[in-house]
C-alpha cells in the first residue's frame, strides 16, 4: 500500500475542511477524488503531501507515518509523494528555464543534472525546449515541464489537483495519455482530483466521491459510474450526458457523443 488516510480530520478554526476521511492506494493504482468546488480535496491532498498537518487522524506512505518523523526522514518520505497542480505557469519560477527547473529536483534528490534530457524525452518534450522559460512554452508544454519536475524525485504517488482543467480540451487528452503512458512503464500511482467524470471513467481504476468533507462513496470506477450508491453521485452523474449507466441512458444524444469524443 503506497498511501493509507484513516480517520482524517482537518478544521480551519470553526470550519471542518476534511470530517474523517479513509483512504487507500495501491502501487501503479490510477484513484479519482471527485466532487464539488470547496469538498475538501485539496486540503485532503494537502494533508496526504504533509504540506498542513491534520487536526486528526494518521497518513501512512509505504507504510511509514507521515507525522512525528525527524526532518531528514520525513524529506525522504516526502519524495515520495509528489504533486502538480492546475496552472503550470504559476507552479513554475519564470525565471528559471526548462534545463534549470528539471535539474532543481534531481539535484535535491541527489540524481545526476546530466539526465535532464531523459527526463524531458519521459513526458514527451524535445530537447530544444531545454533553453526556454515557462512564459516560451504552450500550456501543455508546461504542464509536462511540472510533470517532469514532480517525476524527477522518484516518487511512489503523485498527486495531481485538476492537472488539465487549465488546458485546451485537446491538450488535456495529450497530457491525460501521457499519464497512461507513465502509468504503463512503472509502479507509480495516481491520486487524480478531478471535475471530470469523463476524464475518471477513462484513466481511473477507483474512483472516491467527496461530499462536504467525506467521503460518501469509493469502488472501482464502473462499479460507482454505472451503479452509484450514493444520491450524490447520482447527481453528479445526471449532470453530465453520456455516462449514466446503460440501462438508465436515453438513446443516444449528439451532447452525449460529444462528452465522450473529447476524450478519444
Ligand atoms: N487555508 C484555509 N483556511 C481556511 N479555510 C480553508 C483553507 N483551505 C481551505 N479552506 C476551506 O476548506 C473547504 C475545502 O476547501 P478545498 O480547497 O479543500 O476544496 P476543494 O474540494 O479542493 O474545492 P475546489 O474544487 O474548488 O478546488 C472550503 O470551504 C475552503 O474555503
Ligand atoms: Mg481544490
Same mark, same amino acid.
Given at each position: $500500500? ?14 471542518t475542511?476534511v ?27 494537502r ?32 519524495h515520495q ?9 504559476a507552479?513554475?519560477?519564470?525565471? $528559471?528555464t /526548462?534545463?534549470?527547473l ?10 545526476? /543534472?546530466?539526465?535532464v534530457?531523459?527526463e ?14 515557462p ?27 485538476e ?38 471513467r477513462h ?6 466521491v ?12 464502473a462499479?460507482?459510474?454505472d ?12 449532470a ?25
Amino acid at each position: $500500500m503506497i498511501l493509507d488516510v484513516q480517520q482524517l480530520v482537518k478544521t480551519f478554526g470553526s470550519h471542518t475542511a476534511v470530517a474523517g476521511v479513509d483512504l487507500n492506494i495501491t502501487a501503479g493504482e490510477v484513484h479519482a477524488l471527485v466532487g464539488e468546488s470547496g469538498s475538501g480535496k485539496t486540503t485532503l491532498a494537502r494533508c496526504v503531501l504533509g504540506l498542513i498537518p491534520p487536526t486528526s487522524g494518521t497518513v501512512h506512505i509505504a507504510g511509514r507515518p507521515l507525522a512525528g518523523l525527524r526532518r531528514k526522514e520525513l524529506r525522504r518520505l516526502r519524495h515520495q509523494v509528489q504533486i502538480v497542480f492546475q496552472n503550470p505557469y504559476a507552479a513554475l519560477n519564470p525565471r $528559471m528555464t /526548462v534545463r534549470q527547473l528539471i535539474a532543481e529536483p534531481l539535484r535535491e534528490a541527489g540524481r545526476p /543534472v546530466t539526465d535532464v534530457t531523459a527526463e524531458l524525452e519521459r513526458v514527451g518534450l524535445p530537447a530544444t525546449v531545454l533553453t526556454r522559460y515557462p512564459h516560451q512554452l504552450s500550456g501543455g508544454q508546461c504542464q509536462r515541464v511540472a510533470i517532469a519536475r514532480a517525476l524527477a524525485v522518484g516518487p511512489s504517488l503523485l498527486v495531481l489537483d485538476e492537472p488539465t482543467s487549465a488546458l485546451d480540451v485537446s491538450v488535456q487528452a495529450q497530457i491525460l495519455n501521457l499519464l497512461l503512458d507513465l502509468r504503463e512503464h512503472s509502479d507509480l500511482a495516481f491520486l487524480l482530483i478531478t471535475h471530470d467524470l469523463g476524464v475518471v471513467r477513462h484513466i481511473a481504476d477507483r474512483v472516491s466521491v467527496m461530499l462536504h468533507g467525506e467521503l460518501v462513496e469509493t469502488g472501482p470506477t464502473a462499479q460507482v459510474l454505472d451503479s452509484p450508491q450514493h444520491p450524490y453521485t447520482r447527481r453528479l452523474l445526471d449532470a453530465v450526458p453520456g455516462l449514466r449507466p446503460p440501462d438508465d441512458t436515453p438513446p443516444s444524444t449528439p451532447a452525449a457523443a460529444t462528452a465522450q469524443g473529447a476524450l478519444q
